[in-house]
T-cell receptor, first 113, second 115 residues
């Protein structure tokens, strides 16, 4: 069964610190992997989209990595800011007849001053 | 540009009542989607419309109907609401469909409670 699992479920760090969020997936055949940021009470906003040939992709202080062999991805946040407090969701697209997106449950990140 | 807009923002229904959630986008996107988000779970696709005039079932279509009114608007209807449909509903749009490597843009969501 196609699944996306994220860890940790929640994370609290101090402002200015770095952190890394993990995503493991069992989706096959793989098409692409996306990271979204969802602020409380808002809709998700896309951060990055990566295909199997892309190992790393950055968007400002956000850097996503992908290892298609081990089916793992990570999202690294550098020099965290209070505005980074949000849920971060990993989404994997399967290259099947529907190309559906399989959404992880997200990691809730809290940045404390 | 407003992006993707949804109405209403909040709604409380009694079991058996019906309602329609409205969604509109001003980005001239071809594809539109309806998702539901429940606590501790990933978003689940209810229905999508790859282009004007077409609709397809997603992962959890039972109890819902949709209408792609025109290129801008995509509505979701609950004919007879059930407590299991209590959720946050998101509408999204993208330039191309699920087959494509393109991002989806989301609305602010509708928080629905069915008593």
């Amino acid at each position: 069964k196609n699944q996306v699992e994220q860890s940790p479920q929640s994370l609290i760090i101090l402002e200015g610190k770095n952190c890394t969020l993990q995503c493991n997936y069992t989706v096959s055949p793989f098409s692409n992997l996306r990271w979204y940021k969802q602020d409380t009470g808002r809709g998700p906003v896309s951060l990055t989209i990566m295909t199997f040939s892309e190992n790393t992709k950055s968007n400002g202080r956000y850097t996503a990595t992908l290892d298609a062999d081990t089916k793992q991805s990570s999202l690294h946040i550098t020099a965290s800011q209070l505005s980074d407090s949000a849920s971060y969701i990993c989404v994997v697209s399967a290259k099947d007849s529907n190309y559906q997106l399989i959404w992880g449950a997200g990691t809730k990140l809290i940045i404390k001053p | 540009n407003a992006g993707v807009t949804q109405t209403p923002k909040f709604q409380v229904l009694k079991t058996g009542q019906s309602m329609t959630l409205q969604c509109a986008q001003d980005m001239n996107h071809n594809s539109m989607y309806w998702y539901r988000q429940d606590p501790g779970m990933g978003l689940r696709l209810i229905y999508y419309s790859a282009s004007e005039g077409t609709t397809d079932k997603g992962e959890v279509p039972n109890g819902y109907n949709v209408s792609r009114l025109n290129k801008r608007e995509f509505s979701l209807r609950l004919e007879s609401a059930a407590p299991s449909q209590t959720s946050v509903y998101f509408c999204a749009s993208s330039a191309l469909g699920l087959f494509s490597y393109n991002e989806q843009f989301f609305g602010p969501g509708t928080r629905l409670t069915v008593l």
